[in-house]
């Protein structure tokens, strides 16, 4: 979506890394964060250890 200027591009002072598909934006980061967060919340709900 940024690419086909969607969504605004807020980059930041980080490497980019193609092969792994990061791209320093706010945006991209926000993004993978949020990813991250669901898979470390799917993970310890399917553990049956929510510990929260």
Do not use: C, N
Not at 3 to 25: K, M, Q, V
């Amino acid at each position: 979506m940024q690419e086909a200027g969607l969504i605004s591009l807020h980059p930041l002072a980080l490497p980019r890394f193609d092969w792994l598909g990061f791209y320093p934006t706010i945006e991209g980061v926000l993004a993978q964060l949020l990813a991250i967060a669901a898979l470390a919340f799917g993970f310890i709900m399917a553990t049956g250890k929510p510990g929260i």
